[in-house]
């Protein structure tokens, strides 16, 4: 019985041994890989598309079927495409997957820069229009320069927001080296930021940008109340302009950029020069 089982065992090697032997000699030399290291070959839209009637179709799906689908492109994401809506005056980003299944709100965050990818996009958009500037309440509450002076640019601006700081510093030196140029101020708290609200209707109630300047140090401010609409209007205004962002410059021609700006840039912006 033994020597039966041995045998067997030995004809059932040998078989599988030449079965793997004839594979050899008749597999095609170029070798089998599971998938492309590129991914249609570096190119997705060679095996992934979508058009504005799929994109709306998802819109549907979601109950905000009345948005508008103003443009679809890939995303810094591979795997994601990048639609630009309309939703009744207000733009904004989804990202829907390859699959079709799937919609993320974002926002996009870079690790390596802390770049928010979707703000830089939805920047791009907003600087393609020009806005209301007479809309704008002018003077403000907040002026960095010469209230008098003959350039006045309007700054929507969060009191959490560190690019916000860092665009502050670099107003400060336009106005150090320009006295016709006064940026007005508007504090604009975004809800990601969860005290950037009562900040905000503290430095408006103070009238006071060292206030302002405190909190983008991240140094501690009191907090004071007022009887102000002053914050709920500069929201409702920007929602308005479709500003969506901080920080955002608005030019008195109503030129709209989104994000930082070096002081050279800010100066260029000013005179509209590209």
Known sequence: MKKSMNKKFFLGSALFLLGFALLVLVAPRKPIQAFSPTGCEGDCTKCHTINNQEAKGILQGLKIAQAEVLGIQM??????????????????????????????????????????????????????????????????????????????????????????????????????????????????????????????????????????????????IPRSECDTKEIDNTIRLAESLGISGTPTLVAPDGRVHVGYLAAKQVLDFIQGTP
């Open 75 to 220: 995303s810094p994401i591979k795997g994601l495409w990048e639609v630009t809506i309309n939703d009744r005056g207000k733009r904004g980003i989804l990202y829907v997957d390859f699959s079709k299944q799937f919609v993320l709100p974002g926002p996009i965050i870079e690790v390596k820069t802390g770049a928010n990818k979707t703000q830089e996009m939805l920047g791009k958009i907003q600087e393609k229009k020009k806005v209301d500037f007479s809309k704008i309440p002018l003077p403000s509450v907040l002026i960095l320069g010469n209230p008098r002076a003959s350039q006045r640019v309007a700054v929507f601006t969060d009191p959490d927001c560190p690019f916000c700081s860092k665009l502050h510093v670099e107003l400060e030196r336009v106005v150090q080296e320009r006295s016709d140029v006064a940026f007005h101020i508007l504090l604009f708290p975004l809800a990601m930021h969860k005290d950037a609200y009562w900040k905000s209707k503290s430095i408006v109630c103070n009238r006071s940008v060292k206030m302002l300047e405190e909190a983008f140090a991240q140094r501690p």
